[in-house]
């Protein structure tokens, strides 16, 4: 399968190196990356062929990735509907609505949207997904090929959907960090080490991620397992539940979501 990158840059660099690992030819992937140190670097590290602009790239294979900023995106499309043959389309930019790509693409419909997270840097994250009606089984089943290639992949069935992916996991890493951060500020106070606290914070939540994801148990069930009656856990529960924590992180949830929305208004204007 050959596939070209628009852009080089965190996540694009995050998916080739785990398509890679998995197996896929290095030298059947281009990447169009303005920055000449940057194209070096892609080719000396990952093998792929890496070049100044969508007309260089061009043809394109089975798969062009937008990779680039929101922002870049109207301009960027422009540049590829010039080369394009009917390849699919796939773009990792948050906030850009199929409809608008599919215009700045000159009316291509083959195109699937993704929301991919932070956590696919270290080949653990988690990809929500929708293909446009145009789309065949193959080029969906390509798609989700190349998506697996840093972690775990959703299809949703309406692109709308893709908001509520966003707000959850596509911020969600920064709201883990956050929680993080709280645990190894309080850890501190209470007369750790910073170093311990660090540890001690990172390791809990790495260890219940994964109790909770090879448990049959769902998370209620294993808070209940943790919170023995008059305990240490029951007290801090029971003051979270006074601050309306739980309230708070879904009403901020919530705020993501109408936020996402509000992007895509924005960036899809002409």
């Excluded at 070096?40 to 990735?65: F, K, M, N």
């Excluded at 083959?110 to 696919?120: G, I, K, S, T």
């Excluded at 969906?140 to 709308?160: F, M, N, T, Y």
């Excluded at 209470?190 to 991620?209: C, K, M, N, P």
């Amino acid at each position: 399968m050959k596939m070209t990158f628009i852009g080089g840059g965190n996540m694009a660099q995050a998916i080739i190196g785990g398509l890679v690992q998995k197996g896929f030819t290095a030298s059947d992937i281009t990447v169009v990356e303005l920055i000449a140190e940057q194209r070096t670097r892609l080719a000396q590290q990952l093998g792929v062929r890496a070049v100044a602009s969508a007309a260089e790239a061009a043809p394109y294979g089975d798969i062009v990735i937008m990779a680039v900023k929101p922002q870049q995106m109207r301009e960027v499309a422009q540049a590829v509907a010039l080369q394009l043959k009917g390849e699919l389309v796939l773009t990792i930019a948050a906030g850009i609505r199929l409809a608008d790509l599919s215009r700045w693409l000159g009316g291509h419909t083959q195109l699937v949207r993704c929301m991919p997270n932070m956590p696919a840097l270290v080949s653990a994250g988690i990809t929500g997904a929708y293909a446009a009606p145009a789309v065949s089984n193959t080029q969906r089943d390509a798609a989700d090929r190349l998506l697996s290639a840093v972690g775990k992949v959703i299809w949703v069935s309406d692109e709308q959907k893709l908001d509520p992916v966003t707000a959850v996991s596509g911020s969600g890493p920064a709201y883990v960090f956050y929680f993080i951060e709280a645990l190894e500020k309080a850890g501190i106070e209470l007369g750790l080490s910073a170093e311990q606290s660090r540890t001690l914070a990172i390791e809990t939540f790495v260890g219940a991620a994964k109790l909770a994801a090879d448990s049959i148990d769902p998370p209620g069930t294993l808070r209940e397992k943790v919170t023995s009656k008059g305990g240490t856990t029951e007290a801090a529960l029971a003051s979270m539940n006074t601050e309306g924590v739980n309230q708070a992180i879904m009403r901020a949830i919530h705020a993501a979501n109408r936020r996402a929305g509000e992007l895509a208004d924005q960036l899809g204007k002409d």
